[in-house]
């Protein structure tokens, strides 16, 4: 969830059951103003916190080319949904989205949230990356960045999938060309959406400390973690106005 001192825009909503999509959306006592969608798979929107969202009047936005796999998952073919195709906004934030290759039968997009002069990136869901994408993510003062698997836990427990998500060894090579090419990294970064089977939660920064340090490159950023089955820590990003809260 993104926030801001006025209202909080929430990004993906893909809980398991209706009884846990009321509870979170009732613990984070702020008015929610959307749902911005990444993709269409069943962690990121499904039926049930779909129907959640629509009763509580939370719209929900996807990019156009999503819009057909997105009614699919929610099982509702004729119900109105917000699309986008470019730059737009909710309540107060101008939100970028840009596209991020994950399975060949799913468009996908990663999202530059612009709130006053804070800009915040989210970026999970992709296997590869090109310079402007490099570029997007290092230009903001967040970044909440794919950490999805451990390539030793993946062999003990092996997912077909998971060739379609960034692995911890991909999250820190994407990082140490970002500072390669760009010369800076975002000031705080937490990876997130991580496997429960093929990762551990010290893992992603554990793999980001032994790369940088092969490559003589220090860690000038703030690192976090999100953990895949509770809310992470609340982030504060200055000016006091703008805030980032938890992502699940
Ligand atoms: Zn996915």
């Known amino acids: 969830m993104i926030k801001t001192s006025q209202n909080a825009v929430l990004l993906d ?31 990121h929107i499904n039926t049930y916190s779909y129907r959640v969202l629509k009763e509580r009047g939370i719209p929900v936005y996807c990019h156009e080319k999503s819009l057909r796999g997105v009614l699919t998952q929610i099982d509702r073919p004729d119900t109105e949904i917000n699309t986008f195709n470019g730059s737009f906004s909710i309540a107060s934030m101008n939100i970028l989205p840009f596209e991020l290759p994950h399975r060949p039968d799913c468009s996908n997009y990663g999202f530059i949230f612009e709130y006053k002069n804070i800009r915040v990136a989210i970026a999970t869901d992709f296997y590869s990356w090109d310079d402007s994408i490099l570029h997007l993510l290092a ?48 000031k705080t970064i937490m990876f997130g959406h991580l496997s429960q089977k093929r990762n551990q939660p010290h893992l992603p920064e554990n793999e980001l400390k032994k790369h940088f340090f092969k490559h003589g490159i220090n860690i000038d950023s703030s690192v976090f973690v999100a953990p895949s089955d509770c809310p992470s820590q609340e982030i504060f990003i200055l000016p006091a106005t703008a805030q980032i809260a938890s992502k699940y």
């Open 139 to 186: 230009d903001c003062d967040f970044l909440f960045l794919e950490s999805n698997h451990d390539s030793y836990l993946l062999t003990l427990n092996p997912n077909p999938n998971s060739c379609y998500h960034l692995s911890n060894h991909q999250a820190s090579n994407l990082l140490s060309e970002m500072k390669r090419k760009k010369r800076a990294l975002p």
């Open 13 to 43: 909503f893909g809980l398991k059951t209706k009884r846990l999509s009321y509870q979170i959306l009732d613990s984070l006592k702020v008015k929610v103003s959307a749902a911005v969608v990444s993709h269409c798979h069943s962690d």
